[in-house]
């Protein structure tokens, strides 16, 4: 099993969001990573790009539920673009979509934080 790395670029949003655009998988090897990059960006509006992300597995879709949650709590916006139609049915099939909205496109996200 070839384990593959995840990569976070940070970057600014038209309506001075953050933006942390993922790259790579979502799985148990990178979920911690994944975890620590939310929890380390303080910005009060956050937009997380999926759309370089192949593949979530179940580690991965439960610390995505994690720092939804934890950002919630902390009073802090966050939204989630991008996913592709994998990542899609597993929240659907989890029920998870309940819970948490992607939006198709960073734009779109964007838009929510008028």
């Not at 790395?5 to 090897?29: C, D, E, F, W, Y």
């Not at 956050?46 to 939804?68: E, K, M, N, R, W």
């Amino acid at each position: 099993m070839i384990l593959q790395n995840m990569q976070i670029v940070a970057s600014q949003g038209a309506r001075g969001q953050t933006i942390l655009s993922l790259k790579g998988p979502l799985t148990s090897h990178t979920a911690l990573t994944f975890q620590d990059a939310i929890r380390s960006n303080d910005s009060p509006t956050l937009i997380v790009d999926f759309s370089g992300v192949p593949f979530i597995d179940s580690a991965g879709l439960g610390a995505l539920v994690g720092v939804h949650v934890a950002a919630r709590k902390a009073g802090r916006r966050i939204a989630f673009a991008g996913m592709n139609d994998q990542a899609r049915a597993l929240m659907d099939m989890m029920h998870i979509d309940q819970l948490i909205h992607p939006y198709d496109t960073i734009e779109d996200a964007e838009a929510v934080f008028l």
